[in-house]
Structures are given as C-alpha cells and as structure tokens.
C-alpha cells in the first residue's frame, strides 16, 4: 500500500509540476505501483483506491478519455510534462542589492507674486 501511495504521490507532483525538484518518475514505476490489478491500465478507480484522488491531473494522462491511463498514455503525459517543466525558465533571481539611486533634494515651490508675503513698514 505504501508504494502504491507512493506512485501516485509521484504521479500527482509530476503533474502538478514539483517533480523538478524530485527524481524523474518513470512510467515503469507509476504503472507498476498503481496498476492494482495487474491488467496493464491504470483505472481511476485504482488511482482512487490508492488514496489519491486525480481529480486535478486525470484528464491529462487520461487523453482518450477512457477512464483508464495506458503505459503510452503515461509514457506521453511524462514526456509533456518533462518537456513543459524544461520549457519553464526558473524565477529570475532579483540582483543584489544595492545603495539606493540618490535623488535630488525636493525644492520648496516658489511663492506666485500675487500672493508674495507683505512687506513690514519699518515704524517712525
């Protein structure tokens, strides 16, 4: 039970896109581990009984819509996934950080010459 969790785990990260950070799956595995039956598909009633529901990424491997994922439909669904995952550049690392750009100091504005400050008288 435990590798069967495992595969589908495995499954599910991969199609989901966290498997570039984890060892690549390979068909091989995922069918062995998940084709509870041994009948050479991957049921989603299997996929279900392994306690992983696929909901997200049935239809993905699942491409004739069958409600079974054959070795080529994993196979092919792995290698799209793969390719997509290569095809992503990583997330641009921000450059180092630096000393602020000095801007200049923010001059007062001057005062419009009908409203100048009035003038004192000097007294006699």
């Not at 994922?69 to 095809?87: I, N, S, Y």
Request: net charge positive; aromatic share 4%; no cysteine.
């Amino acid at each position: 039970m435990k590798k069967r969790i495992l595969g589908i785990s495995a499954l599910i990260s991969f199609a989901l896109g966290a498997a570039h950070a984890q060892a690549p799956v390979t068909a091989e595995f995922v069918m062995a581990n998940n084709d509870l039956n041994k009948d050479g598909v991957i049921s989603h009633d299997e996929a279900n009984k392994a306690g992983r529901q696929l909901a997200q990424t049935w239809a993905f491997f699942d491409t004739n819509q069958d409600e079974k994922v054959t070795m080529e439909e994993l196979k092919a669904g792995l290698a799209a996934r793969a390719q997509q995952t290569a095809a992503t550049p990583p997330a641009a690392t921000p450059p180092a950080a630096s000393t602020p750009a000095k801007t200049p100091a923010a001059t007062p504005p001057k005062p419009s010459p009908s409203k100048a400050p009035a003038t004192a008288t000097p007294a006699r």
